[in-house]
């Protein structure tokens, strides 16, 4: 079993469209999560990040994190064409230093 | 803040020769850094992990002889590709990590396109 198991997609939605990313995680020690974006050809961009169980609101964006059910989300309100991209999501443990991903999930926004 | 630069952004060599990449943390001291490679359209391969001033941990199944790693200060760590062959064309991506991170997060440097040919 993966550590991170993630939806690959592609996933297509009508420009305003609430966007929900989802992924689940195997590992009851992760306390720490993040989204990462990842447009063609780039590096990975940090989106968000979130300790243990709870919500966090940036601007359009919602990150989610559910430890009871190991299952973390992302949520994008309003979506645009520009937030067309892959979109990772990562854990580990707290101290630790490795990332363990999901596989991404592509992201089109049509306008 | 937190932006790691990678040079060069792209790289095309011949098989038999050696491509060195350099990472950069530009505003933060990164006391670990970390080496992936992505093919397309899969996630991230963590290849290994640096400290600064100290030998790198390789990956499972990661040569440690052909991707030489060198982390020579807090903000610059360097992946020499060996006797670089066309499988080892991919998508290489440096992270780093903040000594005084609370969390685990990295940041990511743009990637760096290698082709072999």
């Known amino acids: 079993q993966k550590e991170v198991e993630q939806d690959p997609g592609p996933l297509s939605v009508p420009e305003g469209a609430i966007v929900s990313l989802n992924c689940t995680y195997s590992?009851?020690?992760?306390?720490?999560f993040m989204w990462y974006r990842q447009y063609s050809r780039k590096g990975p961009e940090l989106l968000m990040y979130?300790?243990?169980?709870g919500n966090k609101e940036d601007g359009r964006f919602t990150a989610q994190v559910d430890k009871s059910s190991k299952y973390i989300s992302l949520f994008i309100r309003d979506s645009q064409p520009s937030d067309s991209a892959t979109y990772l999501c990562?854990?580990?443990?707290?101290?630790?230093?490795?990332?363990?991903f999901g596989t991404g999930t592509r992201l089109t926004v049509i306008p | 803040g937190a932006v790691v630069s990678q040079h060069p952004s792209r790289v095309i060599c011949k098989s038999g020769t050696s491509v060195k990449i350099e990472c950069r943390s530009l505003?933060?001291?990164?006391?670990?850094m970390f080496w992936y490679r992505q093919f397309p359209k899969q996630s991230l391969m963590l290849m290994a992990t640096?400290?600064?001033?100290?030998?790198?941990?390789?990956e499972q199944g990661v040569e440690k002889d052909k991707f030489l790693i060198n982390h020579a200060s807090l903000t610059l760590s360097t992946l020499t590709v060996t006797s670089a062959h066309p499988e080892d064309s991919s998508f290489y991506i440096c992270?780093?990590?903040?000594?005084?991170?609370?969390?685990?997060?990295?940041?990511f440097g743009p990637g760096t396109r290698l082709t072999v040919t």
């Open positions: 990562a854990t580990s443990q707290t101290g630790a230093n490795n990332l363990f």
């Open positions: 590992n009851s020690a992760f306390q720490y």
């Open positions: 979130t300790y243990s169980s």
């Open positions: 505003d933060f001291q990164a006391t670990t």
């Open positions: 640096s400290n600064e001033g100290s030998k790198a941990t390789y």
């Open positions: 992270s780093a990590r903040t000594g005084g991170a609370v969390g685990n997060e990295q940041y």
